[in-house]
């Protein structure tokens, strides 16, 4: 039996043919375009539908538009950036843009490469979450089409920014914990290795707010960091670490879910409970945390909301390149569970306030 011949595309010129109309109707159609009557929409639509036509991408391009967004996700294991994803495509739902992935691999180069890729490839705006990328890159890219960086602090004139406030969410985490009466709580944060970029990003935005809060709670002896990923490896270690301390503390602050997932871990590796020996706090909110067995005290940064300002800002500024830049932050809150409880031994905690040396 033969091979059957591959199946010729439908073309406009198939679609004008079977709607009885000219190409120039079906190119207003398909373009929104003023001129085209209600029943000449319908006659070209169902053609549509009935042939099976599908628009040629790179035709588009030729004429202004590929009606693709690309969105760069530093790490697809963080179960945090699905949430940015949903807001990203439930609000590009009724519109005519698809999205489409890269892996930015949290690192410069592969970042440079799917950056470069997509706009090769004539995506019409990006959407960037979290990139390492130096600000000068960023702009560059913003530069040759419109782009919103999520996740970091600062402002440039060509692009927007869409940010969770990492201070307050760092604040409400700390004053959570010494509310119920914990001293020592530490912080494992994610290690900057790249001084330029340190203000902008939301890593050192929470270990910053964790010093400061610690020091407005008269906590600041017991400033406790243990610098190692935004990982769950690199919250094991982390962990481990901190527990490791001649007085190992009795909270701590993991600077994302998937961070305080290995903290729970180690904890229990160490033949220790959460929370009765340590309570333990994530940020991001995730379905992990709100998952029953997991429960995990959390703040939630709205990521779905993120992304839904992401997406939203991406098609203003396709519209209108030069509209004065954007910069939105949205407030956190936090979601007690049931990994957080009472400081354990608080008598303890006092007697050693005078001999803790703050590790900042």
């Known amino acids: 039996m033969e091979p059957q011949a591959p199946r010729r595309r439908v073309t406009i010129i198939d679609v004008a043919r079977h709607a009885q109309v000219s190409t120039t109707a079906v190119s207003k159609v398909l ?99 979290a990139p390492v990328s130096s600000r000068i890159h ?34 409400l985490v700390v004053g959570h914990l010494a509310g119920l009466g914990h001293q020592r709580i530490a912080h494992i944060e994610h290690h900057e290795t790249d001084p330029t970029r340190l203000a902008e990003m939301p890593n050192a935005r929470r270990a910053d707010g964790y010093r400061q809060a610690m020091r407005a709670h008269g906590l600041a002896e017991f400033i406790d960091v243990a610098s190692t990923s935004y990982t769950q490896e690199g919250g094991r270690l982390g962990a481990k670490e901190l527990l490791d301390r001649p007085r190992r503390p009795t909270a ?7 961070v305080a997932m290995g903290v729970l871990e180690a904890v229990a590796e160490a033949g220790l409970s959460v929370p009765e020996d340590i309570s333990v706090v994530g940020y991001d909110n995730t379905t992990i945390a709100a998952f029953g067995p997991v429960s ?27 509209k004065t830049s954007a910069q939105v932050s949205l407030a956190p809150t936090l979601v007690p569970r049931r990994t957080t409880s009472h400081a354990p031994d608080q008598a303890a905690d006092t007697e050693s306030r005078q001999g803790v040396q703050p590790i900042d």
């Open 31 to 129: 373009r929104n375009a003023y001129g085209a009557s209600p029943e000449m929409r319908a006659k070209v639509r169902r053609a549509i539908d009935e042939l099976g036509y599908r628009p040629h991408a790179g035709a588009r391009a030729l004429r202004g538009q590929t009606y693709t967004i690309g969105v760069m996700l530093p790490d697809i294991r963080n179960p945090f950036f699905p949430d940015i994803l949903d807001g990203i495509t439930q609000t590009l739902e009724n519109t005519e843009y698809q999205v489409l992935l890269g892996p930015g691999c949290n690192g410069e180069e592969a970042e440079a490469r799917v950056t470069e890729a997509m706009i090769d490839r004539g995506m019409d705006g990006l959407i960037l979450v």
């Open 138 to 171: 960023l702009e560059r890219l913003a530069s040759a089409v419109p782009t919103v960086v999520v996740g970091r602090h600062g402002s440039s004139s060509l692009y927007d920014t869409v940010v969770n406030d990492d201070v307050e969410g760092a604040t």
């Open 252 to 258: 701590v602050f993991a600077g994302a879910d998937v």
């Open 296 to 322: 995990l005290t959390s703040v939630d940064q709205a990521g779905h909301a993120i992304g839904g300002n992401a997406a939203r800002l991406v098609q203003e500024r396709i519209t209108d390149r030069h």
